[in-house]
Nanobody, 127 residues
Framework: QVQMMESGGGSFLAGGSLRLSCVSS????????MGWFRQAPGKGREEVAI???????????HYADFVKGRFTISKDAANDTMYLQMDSLKPEDTAMYSC????????????WGYGDRGQGTQVTVSS
């Protein structure tokens, strides 16, 4: 049984930092892509940071414009644990953060619709 579980969320002050972790278990194949998403109340899910090409020689990282220079995505060598270092937090970063992985692509892009996702961890940032 595959599972993804996030941790590290909580309540934080603006300007502060935190690190989210995502532990994967039960997967037999390496992912093509791993990533972090977030969803704020009343809003749709947003892509935050992506590792594209985990199963290739060179991994490309993609960041949403609203986190560039503030958030850093990383993973361990076994692809079992992924991290999101979040610095210079803003109140607008408040959201449910979830991790996902997929080994499918559609037209060369990560196909998250065929992937797996964790339940999420809540991050609340106050000013």
């Amino acid at each position: 049984q595959v599972q993804m579980m996030e941790s590290g969320g909580g309540s934080f002050l603006a300007g502060g930092s935190l690190r989210l972790s995502c532990v994967s278990s039960g997967f037999k194949e390496p992912p093509a892509c791993m990533g972090w998403f977030r969803q704020a109340p009343g809003k749709g899910r947003e892509e935050v940071a992506i590792l594209d090409g985990v199963d290739e020689i060179r991994i490309k990282t993609h960041y949403a414009d609203f986190v560039k220079g503030r958030f850093t995505i990383s993973k361990d060598a076994a692809n079992d644990t992924m991290y999101l270092q979040m610095d210079s937090l803003k109140p607008e970063d408040t959201a449910m953060y979830s991790c996902a992985r997929t080994n499918r692509r559609l037209y060369g892009r990560c196909n998250w619709g065929y992937g797996d996702r964790g339940q999420g961890t809540q991050v609340t940032v106050s000013s």
